[in-house]
């Protein structure tokens, strides 16, 4: 596999707290990677360390490039999209305003405004309205629109089913599967893994800050061990 993101021996630190003790992953282009395990396990730090939002060291190289040395908007400017947990939408701002905000700056997207109003219809409803009086399953839609619609070729979703109905569930997933369809790889982090099965090309489970299993979604699903050590199922 050609690897669009290459990680060797991660590490990150929160302060003097060591989080990621040596987490190594290659996503290639296209595809969807699920990274599970349990709340504590180092998930969400992994994201925000290679989005150099965290301190980190290791090999951390995204289309052949180092990004060690780059700061976190140099890093989505390269083509690596991040959608938080948090959502981190603008909220005084209106639905339009947040997406115009996130679109490319480099050449054009895969994604338009136009196309993600058809992925997320109530984006068009709602497009005057502000962001901060949205249900927080329309602010998980704005948000994954507006870092669409930057240009990503590989996009980071945090927990993005979390709160959802099952139907706002259903179209994110629909969502996820539109980014891989062009060619947009995806580093899905679920701690129930919700979305992933049916999704997913591959599940790794994180677990105390490293990789405790990483194959296909049946594989997993074979493994009684993991599933009950490492996601608290099962």
Not at 13 to 31: F, P
Request: glycine fraction near 12%; charged fraction near 20%; hydrophobic fraction near 50%.
């Amino acid at each position: 596999m050609n690897a669009l993101l290459e990680v060797g021996n991660l590490r990150a630190w929160y302060g003097a707290s060591q989080v990621l003790h040596g987490v190594d992953l290659c996503i290639g282009a296209g595809e969807i990677v699920a990274l599970a395990g349990r709340n504590g396990s180092g998930r969400s730090t992994f994201a925000k360390a290679l989005m150099s939002m965290v301190e980190a060291e290791g090999v951390r190289r995204f289309a052949g490039m180092d990004l060690a040395p780059l700061r976190t908007f140099e890093i989505a400017r390269l083509g690596l999209g991040y959608v938080a947990e948090q959502r981190d939408v603008f909220p005084t701002l209106t639905v339009d305003e947040n997406l115009s905000l996130g679109l490319a700056k480099r050449g054009a997207s895969r994604f338009t405004i136009d196309d993600a109003r058809t992925l997320f219809p109530i984006l068009l409803e709602r497009r005057g309205a502000r962001a901060g009086v949205l249900s927080g399953g329309e602010q998980q839609m704005l948000a994954l629109a507006r870092a669409l619609v930057g240009g990503p070729n590989l996009l980071i979703v945090d927990e993005p089913a979390e709160g959802l109905s099952a139907q706002m569930a259903a179209r994110v997933g629909a969502c996820l599967r539109a980014c891989a369809a062009r060619g947009i790889a995806v580093l899905l982090i679920e701690q129930r893994l919700e979305l992933a099965p049916g999704l997913a090309d591959r599940v790794a489970v994180m677990g105390h800050g490293r990789i405790v299993f990483e194959g296909a979604p049946g594989a997993l699903a074979q493994r009684e061990d993991i599933v009950r050590d490492w996601l608290g199922v099962g």
